[in-house]
């Protein structure tokens, strides 16, 4: 538990040295904000090799105040086991201008693959992943949609901790306490400056209504740097996320794969 700690420690210390470094050549402004997160995950077991996925994400500025971001994401899973599975998928996400004045709402296809890994110990679950993306943004000019796209790569790794607040495992009825952290970082030709692109640093608790439902709630930081590389928003967001699984596996299906 000790080295996931120094993990999540390191991860924090490099994200907030990029900008510091940044800082010596240029002059660094920080915009801070308030945003809403809803989200919804789900991951329909359809047998012991294949699974579906899919997350929904609705976010608000300015406490619910208006749109700032939605993202629909499929995905289809390929499980190497138990606690190690392959994805690929598509994301379509829609991006409202931070401007009060701008009205025009920037398109991206985004598609992605991902590794991730998961473990249980007494006392703590763990959740990893490794993603990559493909991302064509819509170009946009004096508030109008244009031809063609502005395309980069982005790189995420996020590891997520939960421990129960009471027992030694999570289950039903049982809150636990959730911390997580994700990088992410661009690369591609058309990106000049913001390499980092952002990280995000979660704090909540978690409630299993069932074994296959679960709702985190708590507080997220995001600090993200923007293409003009001196400028930089500081998120303060309320995060609400409700994690689903199905599994329409048979029976004998079942008993196989143990």
């Known amino acids: ?19 510091v470094c940044y800082g010596q050549t240029s002059t660094k402004q ?48 390929y499980h190497l086991s138990d606690h190690a599975r392959l994805t690929a998928g598509y994301a379509y996400v829609s991006s409202w201008p931070a401007s009060e004045t701008d009205k025009t709402v920037r398109p991206e296809h985004r598609p992605w693959q991902q590794i991730n890994w998961s ?23 004096d508030d109008a949609l244009q031809d063609g796209y502005h395309f980069n790569f982005r790189v995420r790794y996020m590891i997520a901790l939960m421990m129960p607040l009471k027992g030694d495992f999570i289950e039903k009825g049982v809150p636990f306490l959730v911390l997580n952290d994700e990088v ?13 692109d952002q990280n995000r640093f979660f704090a909540g608790v978690g409630f299993p209504f069932a074994k296959n439902l679960n709702a985190q709630l708590g507080y997220m930081q995001v ?36």
């Open 119 to 141: 473990g249980r110990s007494r006392k703590l679950q763990t959740n990893q992943w490794v993603r990559l993306e493909e991302r064509f943004n819509r170009n946009i000019d």
């Open 223 to 258: 600090f993200q740097q923007l293409p003009a590389g001196n400028r930089f928003y500081k998120t303060h967001a309320l995060r609400l996320f409700i994690f689903h699984t199905l599994d329409f596996r048979n029976k004998e299906t079942l008993e196989s794969s143990k």
């Open 30 to 77: 920080v915009t801070e904000r308030e945003q809403v997160w809803l989200g919804y995950f789900n991951q329909t077991r359809l047998s012991n090799k294949f699974s579906l996925w899919l997350d929904v994400h609705a976010r608000r500025n300015d406490f619910l105040d208006r749109w700032a971001q939605t993202i629909v994401r499929p995905g289809l899973t």
């Open 1 to 19: 538990m000790n080295k996931v700690y120094k993990l999540l420690l390191l991860l924090d210390s490099v994200f907030l040295m990029i900008p």
């Open 184 to 196: 992410h970082v661009n690369f591609g030709k058309e990106i000049l400056y913001n390499y980092f």
